[in-house]
Structures are given as C-alpha cells and as structure tokens.
T-cell receptor, first 118, second 116 residues
Framework: AQKITQTQPGMFVQEKEAVTLDCTYD???????LFWYKQPSSGEMIFLIY??????QNATEGRYSLNFQKARKSANLVISASQLGDSAMYFC???????????????FGSGTQLTVLP | DSGVTQTPKHLITATGQRVTLRCSPR?????VYWYQQSLDQGLQFLIH???????AKGNILERFSAQQFPDLHSELNLSSLELGDSALYFC???????????????FGPGTRLTVL
C-alpha cells in the first residue's frame, strides 16, 4: 500500500522569502503521480501542482515548483516569494498509475500548516 | 473556482438521522470521488465512481452509500449518523484538461456535517 509522509506539522516563513515543504512517499509501483493541494482556512482544497513519476523535468506552476527526487522518494514543494495569502494547510498526495476509468484514489499526507509572517 | 459544486455547504443534524450530500462534477468529467476529512483521521478516500459505475471503495462505512446518476452528478448518503461522522466531506472529479486525460482531481468546496 502507498504512503505519504509530511514530517513538518507547522512552518513559518517571512513574506517574500522562499519556503520548502517536505514530502516523502512510499510505493512499489513504477507508475504514479504526485500532487500538492492547498487548503486555506475557508476549507476548500485547491490543486497546485502535479508531477508524474516518468516526468524527467521538475514541475513548475508560477511560484510553485516541485522538487522531485525519485531515488529518495521525495516530492518537496517549493514556494518562491511567499505572500501573506500563502498561509494555509498544504497537503501532498499520491495516485497510482492506471487508465482512465480504472480505480483511482488519492492518498494524502497529514499536511503542513504554513504561516507567512509580514 | 474548480467547477465542482457541492450542496449543501453546511449540514447540522442529530444522531441517528440520515442525510444526503450532493455533488456535480466539472463539465465532462466522468469520474467522481468522495473524501472525508476529520481531525483525527485526516483526509480519507471513501469511494470512486466512473460513468455511473463504482470503481473503488476505501474506508467507507456500511452505513454510508453513494451513487452516480446518468447526468454524472453523485450523491453520498449517510445514515444512522453518529457523533464521529462529523467531518468535512469533499467531492472531487477528474477527466480531461484541454482534451487530454488528466489524473488531477479537482475538489468541490465541501459539505461540513455536524452531528449533534
């Protein structure tokens, strides 16, 4: 069974600084996808970034980048130039490979609460 | 806005009651997923439907059931409610982005269920 570990329950970062949120995963499958979601205090789950296990380049989406180290089974989220609005809970998640229509589910880590300080 | 809608936003009910949570996926998405988020259990997968058929079951209690209708909306039915069922229930959908199949699941705003 797959597992996601986020070891940082809480993180603080100064506005405009960069921050790295850690995520390690465990699976014996070769085909999988890794995601980061943001959950502000309002409760919604916002998709941020995706990395496929066969993607050779690290994924980037604006100020978000995913530092994917396959051999170490890590998929850390890097947020550059932090903003006050980045304060939220961040979840790392994994999906195993499969085709459209096959059984798919996300396995989530326990989350990291990020607080951006002015 | 993810394009996934859920109703109601909040639900307060008593133990022993039954409730129905409703989800409309993004336009064109065939897959609908239900997740439960509670303080003690974190985010847990409940069930996955694809084009009306059940594809996978996670930690879903026997008191809970779901279905996906021909118009692709889905309902999650929770019965004989207990205090421990209080949680945030998310629906998510996936399908295609710009014509390409994607694994990305887009979440609705959630239904916050409080059982008193």
């Amino acid at each position: 069974a797959q597992k996601i570990t986020q070891t940082q329950p809480g993180m603080f970062v100064q506005e405009k600084e960069a921050v790295t949120l850690d995520c390690t995963y465990d699976t014996s499958d070769q085909s999988y996808g890794l995601f980061w979601y943001k959950q502000p205090s309002s409760g919604e789950m916002i998709f941020l970034i995706y990395q496929g296990s066969y993607d050779e380049q690290n994924a980037t989406e604006g100020r978000y980048s995913l530092n994917f180290q396959k051999a170490r089974k890590s998929a850390n989220l890097v947020i550059s130039a932090s903003q006050l609005g980045d304060s939220a809970m961040y979840f790392c998640a994994m999906i195993l490979g499969g085709s459209s229509g096959s059984a798919r589910q996300l396995t989530f880590g326990s989350g990291t609460q990020l607080t951006v300080l002015p | 806005d993810s394009g996934v809608t859920q109703t109601p936003k909040h639900l307060i009910t008593a133990t022993g009651q039954r409730v129905t949570l409703r989800c409309s996926p993004r336009s064109g998405d065939l897959s609908v997923y239900w997740y439960q988020q509670s303080l003690d259990q974190g985010l847990q997968f409940l069930i996955h439907y694809y084009n009306g058929e059940e594809r996978a079951k996670g930690n879903i209690l026997e008191r809970f059931s779901a279905q996906q209708f021909p118009d692709l909306h889905s309902e999650l039915n929770l019965s004989s409610l207990e205090l421990g069922d209080s949680a945030l229930y998310f629906c998510a959908s996936s399908g295609r982005d710009s014509g390409r199949y994607t694994d990305t699941q887009y979440f609705g705003p959630g239904t916050r269920l409080t059982v008193l």
